[in-house]
């Protein structure tokens, strides 16, 4: 089994951070994926099936986020927690190695850290979750580190896998609105609902600068079959609605009604996992650096096709000089296609 965290041909050495770059508290899980390829769709009736790779690598949508950050340069430090186990040693050890500030990981000796089972089949896969110690967290855990990081540069916060959160769900409102009476920015990329009941996000909307999901999941919250009408309805509830919207790129809404599209990258998805908290990463780190709104989602969808070549949320991940030159390429392609037509 392969124990993977960055492109094999990528160092794995932290990246130094960008000099003058606001900090980043990311808040939500932390537990490790097993990601398994090849004949993964279950047969039971004791039917044994045989996989073609088994990877275990950083999983969690707020830890793959707070690990695309640190790529970027980006200071970041990640609240969540995990239990006292090797698997919690494994996320703290490898995000910590990565350049992630783990000092608000908080680990639980009487809970197993919550661990998923990705059945990937390149395009599309399937989880499977053990939440374990990932619903702990607690109002005094999200102010403590607020209170703590404002002296450290904090600037933003961002919350992700809302709905692996419950503990969270009365509290998060008001500690957002207060983040935001202390000047900081706010994002959130919900991820999706298990239960199917897509509660909770509403009264969250009106302390959000950003909000960040995919296509089935902005229908789903703003309760619209068509993704561009859903994507206004959220945003006309205040945060800029950015749509992951797959291979035909992404586009976001704007609470005065403007629209930003940009066009995906033609790419061989070896493993979509974590491609969305990727493109959460580079887009939140374009956007806090006041890079105009095309130019953040370009970035993000770039980082994203990226991410989807390899196995697991963060073996992909783009520093800025990686993403500027993949830009470029980008640029060059389509520049070329142009001139061939």
Do not use: C, Y
Request: aromatic letters at 2%; zero cysteines.
């Amino acid at each position: 089994m392969h124990v993977v965290g960055h492109d094999r041909e990528v160092s794995s050495a932290p990246v130094p951070a960008v000099d003058g770059a606001a900090r980043v508290l990311v808040i939500g899980d932390a537990n490790p994926d097993l990601v398994l390829s090849g004949d993964v769709v279950p047969r039971f009736g004791q039917s044994e099936q045989l996989l073609d790779e088994a990877s275990l690598v950083i999983g969690g949508s707020a830890s793959i986020t707070a690990h695309g950050l640190a790529r970027l340069g980006r200071p970041v430090s990640l609240l969540a927690a995990v239990g006292g186990d090797h698997f919690g040693a494994f996320m703290v050890d490898r995000l910590g190695e990565a350049g992630v500030d783990v000092r608000r990981i908080a680990v639980r000796q009487d809970r197993p850290t919550g661990l998923t089972v990705v059945l990937s089949r390149g395009d599309d896969r399937s989880m499977l979750t053990l939440t374990g110690a990932l619903d702990s967290l607690t109002e005094s855990d999200l102010d403590g580190a607020l209170g703590d990081l404002q002296a450290e540069g904090l600037r933003h916060v961002h919350v992700g896998s809302l709905f692996l959160l419950p503990s969270l769900a009365a509290v998060l409102a008001p500690f957002l609105g207060r983040a935001r009476e202390h000047g900081l920015t706010t994002s959130l990329d919900t991820n999706d609902d298990p239960t199917g009941r897509w509660e909770g996000v509403d009264e969250l909307l009106p302390h959000l600068d950003v909000l960040l999901p995919n296509r089935a999941e902005a229908v789903a919250l703003g309760r619209e079959a068509d993704p561009r009408r859903a994507a206004a309805a959220l945003a006309a509830h205040g945060p800029l609605t950015v749509v992951k919207d797959g291979a035909a790129g992404a586009f976001a809404d704007s609470r005065d009604g403007a629209v930003t599209q940009v066009a995906g990258r033609g790419v061989r998805a070896v493993d979509t996992t974590g491609a969305g908290d990727t493109f959460d990463a580079a887009f939140l780190d374009a956007w806090l650096d006041q890079v105009p709104l095309a130019d953040a989602l370009t970035r993000a969808v770039t980082a994203g096709a990226r991410s989807v070549g390899h196995v697991g949320g963060t073996a992909g991940q783009p520093t800025r000089d990686q993403l500027t030159h993949d830009q470029r390429d980008a640029a060059t392609q389509q520049s070329g296609d142009r001139h061939e037509q």
